[in-house]
């Protein structure tokens, strides 16, 4: 049986694909904010609980999950938060760089030894089309100058995209049998819209959403490939197929030129590190 860990579960992308990943048989680990929706939401699933916006809860999670699991198959970098107005992380992180990103890059790094002793393991982050239009300031990556939502939620997904391709290099230069990957969904009806921005952009998701973005089921097609499919490949992105890539079928595509810099892969390793405390295959 697969052991399959999916933070963010509780709706959207990742409720759909942990129980594409139940009814395939997995032994599916939610970890999430609240495990007793996920519990309601995902009957036969571990639901277990984790705040990503807390890297002291996000090492006490990876403590509690080595005691009980002896491996790991596939982690899943799912939770995500969008176009909020500026707040921090416990740690004093900007939110959506906090959660979406250093959250993430902590727990991954904390779960490589488990992963390391699974079988065929996979860790699949997903990221979004809207990396392309993000920037990495190392001089403000909590951007605090000039704060704007969506500007810094384009930057967080930028960041799961070069996190993505540097930890399959370091992988690939350890020997390491587990396989990296990327994902995005498109454009994706999901409620991370409806909690995301403010004002007018608020007000064009809610127009836009409906008449264009596919439904989650066809959003996690390409997080599913990547996950499952012995054709998936470490270091290789996927998404929809369509026009633009909002929606359609899982395919290869093209990462940013930025998310394939292996110096900008290296320089955000090691800010992560310092801003994490948590250290892993070191180059």
Not at 16 to 35: F, K, N, Q, Y
Not at 198 to 224: C, E, F, K
Not at 244 to 264: T, Y
């Amino acid at each position: 049986m697969t052991v399959s860990l999916i933070t963010g579960t509780t709706g959207g992308l990742g409720l759909t694909t942990a129980r594409a990943l139940l009814d395939r048989g997995d032994h599916v680990i939610a970890a999430v904010r609240d495990p007793g929706r996920a519990t309601r939401l995902l009957p036969g699933a571990e639901a277990r609980r984790l705040d990503l916006a807390d890297l002291d809860a996000v090492r006490a999670f990876a403590r509690d999950l080595r005691a009980d699991h002896d491996r790991l198959d596939l982690l899943i970098n799912n939770a995500g938060v969008m176009g909020m107005p500026r707040t921090v992380t416990a740690q004093g992180h900007e939110l959506q760089f906090g959660v979406n990103h250093l959250g993430h890059f902590a727990l991954t790094g904390l779960l490589l030894d488990l992963l390391a002793a699974g079988r065929d393991p996979r860790v699949v982050t997903v990221s979004s089309n809207l990396h392309r239009k993000g920037t990495l300031r190392f001089d403000d990556l909590g951007s605090a100058a000039g704060y704007r939502p969506m500007a810094a939620y384009n930057r967080s997904k930028l960041a799961n995209a070069v996190f993505g391709l540097e930890l399959h290099r370091r992988l690939t230069a350890a020997g390491s049998p587990i396989r990296s990957m990327l994902a995005h969904p498109g454009f994706t009806r999901t409620g991370i819209q409806r909690a995301a921005t403010t004002g007018l952009n608020r007000l064009m998701l809610r127009i836009i959403t409906p008449l264009v973005a596919q439904g989650a089921a066809s959003g996690a097609l390409p997080i599913l490939y990547a996950a499952t499919n012995a054709g998936a490949r470490g270091g290789e992105f996927y998404g929809p197929s369509g026009v633009g890539e909002l929606r359609g079928r899982p395919k290869r595509v093209e990462p940013s030129a930025d998310a394939r810099d292996p110096e900008l892969g290296a320089r955000l390793w090691t800010v992560s590190e310092q801003l994490t405390g948590v250290h892993s295959l070191a180059s």
